[in-house]
Each structure stands twice: as structure tokens, then as C-alpha cells.
């Protein structure tokens, strides 16, 4: 009896997209909850430890720029399979780094898999969604959002109970690698989109997916929302130990606020997007970003900026969901070079964020780290106009 049928559960084809999506997260969210011990552990400063975290971004770019070909070799569920496992097992190596520099080096392997189970998981959203005939792409990334979410409760209540970022971290590799084995051990890829000989021929040909000029219009839809996704995951905890000097538990929490509201919107998002339209539904979300970010920018309270990082997870929710999907739908090129071109380009974003955002927190201080990207609101305001589908 093959492994794919000895062990694991017996799961639908959305819902094991679902499951994909929640332990992707679940693999290295457990990180950031305890960045602000990991910081001081390592005597450095926020521009320092920006530096560090760009190892995954590193990779996470090589990867989804040249993995195409050694994806489609393997095959995704060996990817699901053995890079799950291996991003928690490097985040909790980088747990133990006594420098940026050890924290780069072993983040950038983790970032190698990121970019390959990226790649698997939004792919298979979309043939799934394709195959069903209506939508699930924001539902997917909602269960992404539930993994960070669980991965930033844990990682507070373990520090509220002394565990150590290193042995916390080694439980998360553990719990990983038991949910992937039951829950992606029968997993079982949808078929392709039905795609020309031309199209699977280019889709083969290019290693890198250069975006076009409506590609570029998206990235600038989803800049904002990108840029302060990443600056509430890397940085809301090392917020609030700085701004209000809170416990470990409202550290986390605080890491946990946004994801949580970013599960509930993108779990319900599919049904306003059908209702009122992707270009509506992202500017309104663009106005609740912005009252976010002024909120945790100028909060004078914990309350204050737990409500502002909560907005920030509204806000955040579904506007690179819906980009995902109008670069599929479009139809000057194949959709999986236009997702290609998407999700690299945007990734710069996540390149150049954490050691920008760092910079300013270290000399500006930490609110400016979020106040930094209200200009930004404007432009992916304007560039919504390219999510209608």
C-alpha cells in the first residue's frame, strides 16, 4: 500500500487547498511572536535584525523566480510534503542565531521552500476554483491567515509560560510535521487549467516571469497592503514592547490581532467581492488599512493599538487575493506567468521591507515604521481600477 493511501485524511479538493494554506502559515509564524526575546537575545538593534529577516525574502524571491522547473519535476505534493516541514525546522535553527548575519544564512534556505510552497498553494487555489466554478481564493488565504493567526496565540501563551523561543520553535517543527503528515499525507493535485501547446511551451520556456505594464498596476494595488502586512508581522510585537513595554502574552496578541481579522474578512470576502465588485471592495479596505495604521501610529494606549492592528488585518485581507486572481484571468499571457510575475514582483516588496522599515525604526522610532506607508494609500487607491475581473 502506497503512502499516499496508508496514512492521512481523506480531504476535497478545496478543502485540501484549506489545509495547505493554514499549515503554510503554521510553519513560520511562530516566529515573530518572539522576535522582540530573539532581538534582545542577540544585542541588536532593529536595523540589524531587519537585515536578518531579509534572508527569507532572499530566498523566497530565487524561489519563485527559478523553482518553476523543479516544482513541475517533484510534483506538489512532494513539495507540500517535505518543505513544510522544513521551514518550521529552520525558523526554529534561527532561533538560536547569535547574529543577523547566522539569522540570514539560515533563513535563506527557508525561504528557498516559502517561495516553493507559494507557487503549489495559490496554483492549486486556482485550478481548484476553476474546477468548482466559483470562487475560493480569498477563503484560501483566510485559512492562511487562521495558521498565522494559531501560530501568534501559541507563541504568546508560550512565552506568557517561560518557554524559551528555542524550545517553543522545536514544539512548532513537531506539531508541523504531524498536521502535514495527516492532514496532506492523500494529497492529491487538481488537473491544470486547459491551457494550448503554445501556452504550456511558454509557461516552460521562461524562468523568469518580467512582469508587464497591467502586472505593475497590480503591484501598485497591492504596495500598501503588502508593505504593512509585513511591517505588522516583523514588527507589532517589538511595537508594543517599545511603545507600552507589554507582557509577552499582549506581545503575541498583537501579532495574533491582525491575522485573526484578516482570517474573518477573507473568510467572508469572496461573498462581498460577488456582490459589490473586486475595485469597490479594495478601496473600501484600502480606507480601513489607512484608519489602521493612523490608529497604531498615534496610539496612546495598548487598547488603542490592539484596535489598530486589528483594522490593519481588515484592511490587508483581500486585495493580494483578489490581484492573484485578475493576473490569472488575464489573457495576454498564460496565468501561471502572470501569477509568476505577480507574486515575484511583489515579493520585492517583502525584499526591501524588513531593512527599510528597520532603518526607520531605529532612527525614527517605531511608529514611524507604519506611518511610513500612508502616502503609499493613495497609489493603491488609484491602481485598484486594475482588480476589476
Known amino acids: 500500500m502506497s503512502v499516499r493511501h496508508a496514512f492521512g485524511l481523506k480531504l476535497s479538493g478545496a478543502q485540501r487547498v484549506y489545509a495547505a494554506f493554514f499549515l503554510y502559515a503554521l510553519a513560520f509564524g511562530g516566529l515573530y511572536p518572539r522576535l522582540a526575546e530573539i532581538q ?84 492549486e487555489a486556482d485550478r481548484v ?35 524559551s523561543p528555542q524550545v517553543h520553535l522545536l514544539c512548532m517543527v513537531l506539531l508541523v510535521v504531524l498536521a502535514v503528515l495527516s492532514c496532506l499525507g492523500r494529497f492529491q493535485a ?69 491575522a485573526s481579522m484578516q482570517a474573518v474578512t477573507r473568510f467572508f470576502a469572496d461573498q462581498f467581492v460577488e456582490r459589490f465588485q473586486p475595485v469597490k471592495v479594495a478601496r473600501s479596505l484600502i480606507l480601513i488599512l489607512s484608519g489602521g495604521v493612523c490608529l497604531v501610529t498615534w496610539a496612546i494606549s495598548q487598547e488603542m493599538a490592539l484596535l489598530g492592528f486589528a483594522l490593519m488585518g481588515v484592511g490587508t485581507s483581500a486585495i493580494f487575493p483578489l490581484a492573484m486572481s485578475a493576473a490569472a484571468q488575464r489573457t495576454d499571457r498564460p496565468a501561471a506567468l502572470n501569477v509568476a510575475a505577480l507574486a515575484q514582483t511583489s515579493f520585492v516588496i517583502f525584499l526591501l521591507g524588513p531593512p527599510l522599515l528597520g532603518w526607520v525604526a531605529e532612527n525614527f522610532g517605531i511608529r514611524a515604521t507604519f506611518g511610513l506607508s500612508l502616502p503609499l494609500m493613495a497609489l493603491s487607491y488609484w491602481a485598484a481600477k486594475a482588480l476589476k475581473n
Open 40 to 123: 534582545q537575545s542577540m544585542g541588536v538593534g532593529e536595523g540589524a535584525l531587519g537585515f536578518g529577516l531579509i534572508g527569507t525574502a532572499t530566498g523566497t524571491l530565487i524561489s519563485l523566480t527559478l523553482g518553476g522547473p523543479w516544482i513541475e519535476r517533484v510534483g506538489p505534493r512532494s513539495v507540500l510534503l517535505a518543505c513544510l516541514p522544513a521551514v518550521a525546522v529552520f525558523y526554529a535553527l534561527a532561533a538560536l542565531a547569535n547574529s543577523p548575519v547566522q539569522m540570514f544564512l539560515v533563513l535563506l534556505p527557508a525561504g528557498l521552500c516559502i517561495g516553493a510552497v507559494e507557487q503549489v498553494v495559490n496554483l
Open 190 to 258: 487538481a488537473p491544470h487549467r486547459p491551457a494550448s501547446e503554445s501556452q504550456i511551451e511558454a509557461e516552460k520556456s521562461v524562468k523568469f516571469a518580467w512582469p508587464t505594464a497591467s502586472i505593475f498596476v497590480l503591484v501598485a494595488a497591492t504596495l500598501a497592503a503588502m508593505l504593512m502586512e509585513g511591517a505588522g508581522i516583523d514588527w507589532s510585537a517589538i511595537y508594543m514592547r517599545d511603545v507600552f513595554s507589554s507582557s509577552p502574552l499582549v506581545c503575541g496578541l498583537a501579532v495574533a490581532a491582525g
Open 129 to 163: 476554483e476553476h474546477a468548482l466554478g466559483r470562487r475560493i481564493m480569498n477563503r484560501s488565504h483566510a485559512f492562511w491567515s487562521m495558521g498565522f493567526a494559531s501560530a501568534g496565540l501559541l507563541g504568546g501563551l508560550a512565552a506568557q509560560l517561560g518557554l
